[in-house]
């Protein structure tokens, strides 16, 4: 299995696309952590063969393999 490390950027998104978003990111990740202090903010550990944003249905630019720490 490889897992690979992304981090994804739900904060575009209204509350409740937020939620949905994360809870489809739930489903299908190995692992998914939320930042508590960034809300809509996700570490993903990922080994399912489609992209995230194939599966979430978002742009790449919001799936990074790189935290930018000003963003916070």
């Not at 944003?53 to 935290?67: F, G, H, K, R």
Request: with cysteine; hydrophobic share 40%; glycine share 2%.
């Amino acid at each position: 299995m490889d897992l690979r490390r992304f981090y994804v950027d739900l904060r575009p998104y209204s509350p409740k696309e937020r939620l949905v978003l994360s809870h489809k990111l739930e489903n299908y990740a190995f692992i998914c952590h939320a930042f508590p202090d960034a809300i809509g903010l996700f570490e993903v550990f990922w080994d399912y063969p489609s992209s995230i944003s194939q599966i979430l249905e978002i742009p790449d630019t919001l799936v990074t393999t790189v935290l930018n720490k000003n963003e916070f």
